[in-house]
Nanobody, 130 residues
Framework: QVQLVESGGGSVQSGGSLKLSCAAT????????MGWFRQAPGKGREGVAA???????KYADSVQDRFTISQDNAKNTLYLQMNGLKPEDTAMYYC????????????????????????WGRGTQVTVSS
């Protein structure tokens, strides 16, 4: 089964930058329906950025023009470059994928763009101080 392991979170000042990484193991990496969600305390899990089912990038309005999703297929790794961070970006960030053939979904199931995401990493914390 696929496993997703995030890294790169931390604490930064407002306006700073972080780059998150997600290492995917257990299956051959494919670009589509791979992305990032976040969840702040007391709030629901929110789609942030993804490679959608058609391979195109999709971003939440709140991060458009500040965050950039990318991937390195040779390394089976997904990235999220976050620039111009704001305190409202503070959240646990989760790498996410749609289940692939032969895999069972995990809860929660969250939609973003054209994909239903049901495979999750454990999360990496991002804290932005003003």
């Amino acid at each position: 089964q696929v496993q997703l392991v995030e890294s790169g979170g931390g604490s930064v000042q407002s306006g700073g930058s972080l780059k998150l990484s997600c290492a995917a193991t257990g299956y051959s990496y494919v670009k589509w329906c791979m992305g990032w969600f976040r969840q702040a305390p007391g709030k629901g899990r929110e789609g942030v950025a993804a490679f959608d089912a058609d391979g195109r990038t999709k971003y939440a309005d709140s991060v458009q023009d500040r965050f950039t999703i990318s991937q390195d297929n040779a390394k089976n790794t997904l990235y999220l470059q976050m620039n111009g961070l704001k305190p409202e970006d503070t959240a646990m960030y989760y790498c996410a994928a749609a289940p692939r053939r032969g895999e069972l979904p995990s809860t929660p199931v969250e939609g973003f763009g054209s994909c239903a995401y049901a495979k999750w990493g454990r999360g990496t914390q991002v804290t932005v101080s003003s």
